[in-house]
């Protein structure tokens, strides 16, 4: 379904319901999906979003080390 999204067909109340969706995934899931999301978090927040998100993901995957 992610990969059938894009930033002109995805509107604010539809991409509050993808994050929903998307904290039932399992970790490896998520990480699957998330390079897939790089344009609708632009979007929504901005490049500045996209870097927040990415440096989130570097520093909780040293949790898992």
Not at 11 to 31: K, M
């Amino acid at each position: 379904m992610i990969e059938n999204l894009t930033p002109s067909s995805v509107d604010f109340p539809l991409w509050q319901e993808i994050l929903d969706s998307l904290a039932s995934l399992t970790r490896p899931n998520f990480l699957e999906a998330l390079p897939q999301l790089a344009p609708l978090i632009t979007k929504f927040g901005g490049v500045e979003a996209l870097g927040e998100t990415m440096a989130a993901v570097e520093d909780v995957s040293g949790w898992w080390k």
